[in-house]
């Protein structure tokens, strides 16, 4: 049995430029697994997880979903102790697929995160399986780029940040955004591709996809936030 991996997959761009560079690399990607919280997450990526599954049909790889319930976030006195246990659920879903496949690793798209890069690295030594993590302090301009250069279509689903105002709700990210974007790392220190929670996107099309997904969307805006509200959501 050829050994297979497990993308961990949010439909975001990180996670989704993980799994293209794995697909790139030959790895044997067979199962996209994703958390879905009911709120607040230390560990994961939150908004539009239910369009992940149009995502998996249009890559064309089997989705697995785990669904944690609240994971009292908001409430958390102690970061460390809360992403520890937000791991759990997913360490036991790759545990699980252990026992059906033989799984070599998991994908994950961390840049500078040490807070759920050596979580993710913990679960894997844990259960003796490779970790892929190919965006890994890299440079976030260089890696915004290569995603555009490579075909990624994403748009911004979510903004909470000094200087990112509701004009970026459904913004597709490409070549002038990512200037701006710089612009804004250095006057308020935004960083460029979001990983401190500053936006959260999603990938609508990407050369790993067979299909572009179409998002209809109301944006929705709460005096220094936002986000969209997708009221349909299909393959084109």
């Known amino acids: 049995m050829a050994s ?4 961990l997959f949010s439909g975001g761009k990180d996670s ?4 293209y560079r794995a697909l790139e690399e030959g790895l044997n990607v067979s199962r996209l697994l994703t958390v879905h919280p009911s709120d607040d997450s230390y560990m994961y990526h939150v908004p539009a997880t239910d369009l992940t599954a149009l995502a998996a049909e249009s890559i064309g790889i089997e989705q697995v979903n785990v669904h944690p319930g609240d994971l009292d976030a908001s409430a958390a006195e102690d970061s460390g102790a809360q992403g520890d246990a937000e791991l759990e659920p997913l360490e ?5 697929l252990q026992s059906e496949l033989d799984v070599a690793g998991v994908t994950a798209g961390a840049i500078e995160s040490e807070f759920q890069t050596n979580r993710i690295q913990g679960m894997c030594d844990r259960l003796e399986i490779d970790l892929f993590a190919p965006l890994w302090q890299e440079d976030p301009w260089d890696l915004g780029h290569a995603m555009l250069d490579a075909g990624f279509e994403i748009t911004l689903i979510q903004v909470a940040a000094h ?5 970026w709700l459904g913004r597709t990210l490409d070549a002038a955004a990512l ?6 790392n ?3 220190g935004v960083h460029i591709l979001g990983e401190g929670g500053e936006f959260e ?3 609508t099309d990407g050369p790993h996809m067979d299909r572009p997904i179409e998002l209809e969307y109301e944006t929705v805006w709460e005096r220094t936030r936002g986000h969209l509200d997708i009221t349909d959501a299909s393959l084109g």
């Open 4 to 7: 297979e991996w497990v993308s």
């Open 16 to 19: 989704s430029w993980a799994l």
């Open 92 to 96: 036991a879903a790759v545990s699980d």
């Open 163 to 167: 200087g990112l105002d509701e004009s």
């Open 179 to 184: 200037d701006e974007l710089a612009e804004l």
């Open 186 to 188: 250095d006057d308020y």
């Open 201 to 203: 996107t999603f990938v």
